[in-house]
């Protein structure tokens, strides 16, 4: 059985504290507007030191694969309304595009 939780996101840069499977992070979510990129997440500790940086929301995929060395104890994934292959605009994040995180229980 999954625990699925909606990030908190609205269309804007934005940092914020959040408690993922019992542990506090802070958690920033940018649009970087080079070409072929798009929103981008960084997790930190709560005193802003480092743990994750610039990881694509994209959709399709567990957005930690690869780095679970850092023990984050879950998996992050972008869905689309309608459509699970579109990623995230710069106008739909937070709305009809959302990121969630998945816990095993």
């Known amino acids: 059985m999954s625990t699925i939780s909606l990030m908190p996101l609205t269309n804007v840069p934005q940092t914020f504290q959040i408690e993922l499977n019992g542990v506090n992070y802070q958690v920033t979510v940018k649009w970087n507007s080079a070409a072929d990129a798009g929103w981008v997440m960084d997790i930190a500790d709560t ?18 694969d690869g780095i679970e060395y850092t023990g984050i104890n879950g998996r992050f994934y972008v869905y689309t309304d309608g459509d699970e292959t579109a990623v995230p605009t710069l106008d739909n994040l937070g709305a009809e595009s959302n990121l969630y995180f998945v816990t095993d229980v």
């Open 47 to 64: 005193d802003g030191n480092p743990i994750a940086a610039n990881i694509p929301l994209i959709t399709g995929l567990n957005l930690l």
